[in-house]
């Protein structure tokens, strides 16, 4: 199996909680002054700011820097800034799995305690491609701010957010999500003969062998559930990924032809039904014939360990990813990927819960790339702003064509003359914003 890569170096992650639960609207814990919006014709000269190349810093500088950042960029709108209207000639395209393009399927396990066990992105490119993504990968959540992957399906929205997440996190569409809790997993793997799978150690669970040592192991299904779902106490989610492969490509390569792939799915336990049954038989059909000829290629995502107080956790190796879905996932890359310029930081200025998350899906159809969101308070802005940091003709076209994609097409842009690495725009929601 491939393996991603894992640097010698550890990083500290932003503080957090093993299993936090995060709500919605929970997305800053530092409150944002509010920008006040200056006439052009009384704003002073706005000097070219230094827009910092995209970095890796360290996950507690980031942190700092970006609640640093936004407060002194509020702080100095609140003295200043030219103040320009969008009109209609903003846009962008729409997202969306053209004719022949390759489709995607998230498939997560559900640990008895709600959080996500394993997932995995699959993509029918190619000869297929699986990429297994560590459960402990930090990761920004629309509305939910940086947390472990493994979280996000046991908060509101769960399911949502976690294909909203690995959306983002990856940059590439996808297309399908399908979540099996333990019960499902059993019922799958019995329902085509059980699987077969390589043990490179045994595995223990306190006191209890879940799996010896050895080649050519056949499991039923309470044993490939256990071999996934029980994982032993402080197990590097990378180590796992081996039996996470073994499970999921037995299963795929059994599954039934199209015609009788929609009974089985039918079949299953409440907790393992996809919510769109069709659509899920589209992308297993494909994905189960290239499985059977031994053609999915199998990828951990590209991590770097960082230090998390003896908690195995990681973030993105982001050039390696680059990489990765240019490669394997170039079909599926999300509207406006790896383009300069499309960064947005969303800031909830009006108090409604979730902001964020819906703000996300209507940018990033249109080419844009969300960085994450902040809460501002006090809330209740009246209207929508978007802030930039450059005030050149390409900068302002995309800035309306933001507030277009908002569907605010009467938004005011601010420029700011603060400098700042996070994001390219900042959208700051008021009341006249609309889901």
Known sequence: ???????????????????RHVRPDDELDTPVPVPVPVPAEAAPAVAAPEILAPTRPRWRRRRTAVVAAVVALVAALAGGGALYTAGRDGGGSTAGTAAGAPSTLLVQLRADD????????????????AVLIPSRVVATVPGAGQQPLAGVLGIHDGVDLSR???SDLLGVRVDTHWVLDRPGLRALVDAVGGVTVD????????????APAGKGQHLDGAKAAALLLDRPAGEDDVQYQPRLQGVLAGVLGRLPERAELGALLSRLPEGARPADRAALVRVLAPLAQLSAKKTVFYQTLPVVALDADGVPTYRLDAEAVDVLVGGRFAGAALPGRGEAGNRVLVVNAVGTPGVGE?????????????????????????????VVFESD?????????????LGLRSAAIEVSSQGQSIADLMVVVGRDFRA
């Open 1 to 19: 199996m491939s393996r991603g890569s894992h640097a010698a170096t550890r990083e500290r992650p932003p503080t957090m909680g093993r299993g």
């Open 114 to 129: 709600g959080t996500a066990a394993a997932s995995a992105l699959y993509g029918t490119g190619g000869g297929g491609v």
């Open 164 to 166: 909203s997440t690995v």
């Open 199 to 210: 043990v490179a150690a045994e595995v223990v669970s306190g006191s209890t062998v879940i």
């Open 358 to 386: 819906t703000v996300r899906n209507k940018i990033v159809p249109a080419g844009f790339a969300f960085v994450g969101s902040r809460n501002q308070t006090p809330f209740g802005r009246a209207r929508t702003v978007v």
């Open 393 to 405: 003709p390409a900068t302002l076209a995309r800035a309306k064509a933001l507030a277009e994609a």
